[in-house]
């Protein structure tokens, strides 16, 4: 059988004739007349089964079991007073848990600063991490494994269906074998580095990105020629540093400084050809944390394309 549920005001009359020892003051501190706080007290003891107080004429003494209840009774209290602050807290945005997801790009530079600006304005809120493509967040957040993701993807097609914000804006660069010929030459060509083999993610994983990068090949009538697919930013990279081809990267990949490896932007009108990308923090369900952690990113980025969804409370 169940153990019955003890009213909070009991154990708070207990609590006050334990420090007493009197049930006469402790009903004056409490507001009420000695009857019902004696009645109070044998409802308690019914309930637990057990003798809290000795009393006599002259003294009341508490029990082996009263001393024993007394300790968990004042924690009991004390986390009871403190739950009308915790659910102003939680309503603020101030506590609680937030789990965010991040491509790997965001997590060379710019998550790093956020996660700092949040945690000077929220610091009883929990952060989890998760390091996923755009893909596996995109079906975390269908499930509500996370509160938000930040996902890369081309200008203008953040993933359909959620909330978003732009956080970052960037030009896709060259990464190449820094002994490959086009790595040291005065001005790269476009048309030689189309003709390379290049490493690049699969299209589920980056599909805007993906299509904006093979377009780039088709408008200059080439056709291109595919090496190997990686996932992960760090390991095309480094198919690259061992030879297998060129590889298209967001800027920010350049943080990522890995031996043999060098990284060209093509400028002029060269550079019009090449594709740009976008960072965004995505989200399905606003919760007052999450609207807080927003606007806290949303101020270190500076001005960003207008966000889908309502506008936050201040960081």
Same mark, same amino acid.
């Given at each position: 059988?169940?153990?019955?549920?003890?009213?909070?005001? +009991?154990?708070?009359?207990?609590?006050?004739?334990?420090?007493?020892?009197? @049930?006469?003051? $402790?009903?004056?501190?409490?507001?009420?007349?000695?009857?019902?706080?004696?009645?109070?007290?044998?409802?308690?003891?019914? %309930?637990?089964?057990?003798?809290?107080?000795?009393? =006599?004429?002259?003294? *009341?003494?508490? =029990?082996?079991?009263?001393?024993?209840?007394?300790?968990?009774?004042? &924690?009991?209290?004390?986390?009871?007073? $403190?739950?009308?602050?915790?659910?102003?807290?939680?309503?603020?945005?101030?506590?609680?848990? %937030?789990?965010?997801? @991040?491509?790997?790009? *965001?997590? @060379?530079?710019?998550?790093?600063?956020?996660?700092? $600006? @949040?945690?000077?304005?929220?610091?009883? *809120?929990?952060? #989890?991490?998760?390091?996923? =493509?755009?893909?596996?967040?995109?079906?975390?957040?269908?499930?509500?494994?996370?509160?938000?993701?930040?996902?890369?993807?081309?200008?203008?097609?953040?993933?359909?269906?959620?909330?978003?914000?732009?956080?970052?804006? &960037?030009?896709?660069?060259?990464?190449?074998?820094?002994?490959?010929?086009?790595?040291?030459?005065?001005? +790269?060509?476009?048309?030689?580095?189309?003709?390379?083999?290049?490493? *690049?993610?699969?299209?589920?994983?980056?599909?805007?990105?993906?299509?904006?990068?093979?377009?780039?090949?088709?408008?200059?009538?080439?056709?291109?020629? !595919?090496?190997? #697919?990686?996932?992960?930013?760090?390991?095309?990279?480094?198919?690259?540093?061992?030879?297998?081809?060129?590889?298209?990267?967001?800027?920010?990949?350049?943080?990522?400084?890995?031996?043999?490896? /060098?990284?060209?932007?093509?400028?002029?009108?060269?550079?019009? /050809?090449?594709?740009?990308?976008?960072?965004? %923090?995505?989200?399905?369900?606003? =919760?007052? !944390?999450?609207?807080?952690?927003?606007?806290?990113?949303?101020?270190?980025?500076?001005?960003?394309?207008?966000?889908?969804?309502?506008?936050?409370?201040?960081?």
């Amino acid at each position: 059988m169940s153990e019955p549920l003890i009213e909070l005001r +009991l154990w708070r009359q207990f609590a006050a004739v334990a420090e007493d020892l009197h @049930f006469g003051r $402790a009903a004056r501190r409490l507001h009420m007349t000695q009857p019902p706080l004696t009645q109070g007290i044998a409802q308690l003891e019914r %309930l637990l089964g057990v003798r809290l107080f000795e009393r =006599t004429k002259r003294s *009341v003494q508490l =029990t082996a079991a009263g001393e024993a209840l007394l300790p968990q009774a004042h &924690e009991l209290l004390a986390r009871a007073r $403190a739950l009308p602050a915790l659910a102003r807290s939680a309503a603020d945005g101030e506590t609680g848990r %937030l789990r965010v997801a @991040f491509v790997s790009t *965001v997590g @060379f530079a710019l998550l790093p600063q956020w996660l700092r $600006a @949040f945690r000077a304005a929220a610091p009883q *809120v929990r952060m #989890e991490l998760l390091e996923a =493509t755009g893909d596996v967040q995109l079906q975390a957040l269908a499930r509500g494994e996370v509160d938000a993701g930040f996902v890369l993807h081309s200008p203008g097609f953040a993933p359909a269906g959620l909330r978003h914000v732009g956080v970052a804006h &960037e030009p896709l660069v060259l990464a190449l074998p820094e002994t490959h010929p086009p790595a040291t030459a005065p001005r +790269l060509q476009l048309a030689v580095v189309l003709a390379e083999p290049m490493v *690049v993610f699969p299209r589920r994983i980056l599909p805007s990105l993906h299509d904006a990068v093979f377009g780039m090949y088709h408008a200059a009538g080439r056709e291109p020629l !595919v090496a190997q #697919e990686a996932i992960q930013m760090q390991t095309i990279v480094n198919l690259v540093a061992a030879g297998l081809g060129v590889a298209w990267v967001p800027a920010s990949v350049r943080e990522f400084r890995r031996a043999g490896v /060098a990284y060209r932007e093509l400028g002029g009108r060269q550079g019009g /050809a090449v594709p740009r990308c976008e960072t965004s %923090l995505v989200w399905a369900t606003p =919760t007052p !944390v999450l609207e807080r952690f927003v606007e806290c990113v949303r101020a270190s980025a500076g001005p960003a394309p207008r966000a889908g969804g309502p506008q936050s409370a201040p960081c």
